[in-house]
């Protein structure tokens, strides 16, 4: 079983950026498919990103495209999400999630196993 711990978080104003870490403990993160969720106050969890375990293409939410960018250093065993022009809607808690050897990313969080604590990133306007 994968333990996944999300950090990078906090509180940024708007225009501005941060890089969220998604690290896992107990198991290489290499053969998991990586994907970034997110849940603002009042709203259900949207997905935000996704990189395949290997190959494949990383996907995108449309809200984010152009903006966001996922990554994953296996040797460091951690993905990351850098997060630029960051916008007040933005604010939300992120997650990392995990599924062993999906070939494509999913948007559909009952498609993943594993589930990180979530980290808070706020920005103002």
């Known amino acids: 079983q994968v333990q996944l711990v999300e950090s990078g978080g906090g509180l940024v104003q708007a225009g501005g950026s941060l890089r969220l870490s998604c690290a896992a403990s107990?198991?290489?993160?290499?053969?998991?498919?990586i994907s970034w969720f997110r849940q603002a106050p009042g709203k259900e969890r949207e997905f935000v990103s996704g990189?395949?375990?290997?190959?494949?293409?990383?996907a995108y939410a449309v809200s984010v495209k152009g903006r966001f960018t996922i990554s994953r250093d296996n040797a460091k065993n951690a993905v990351y999400l850098s997060m630029n022009n960051l916008k007040p809607e933005d604010t939300a808690v992120y997650y990392c999630?995990?599924?062993?050897?999906?070939?494509?990313?999913?948007?559909?969080?009952?498609?993943?196993?594993?589930w990180g604590q979530g980290t808070q990133v706020t920005v103002s306007s």
């Open positions: 107990g198991r290489t993160l290499g053969p998991y498919t």
């Open positions: 990189i395949p375990w290997r190959g494949g293409s990383t």
């Open positions: 999630a995990a599924v062993l050897f999906a070939t494509a990313v999913s948007d559909s969080q009952s498609r993943y196993d594993y």
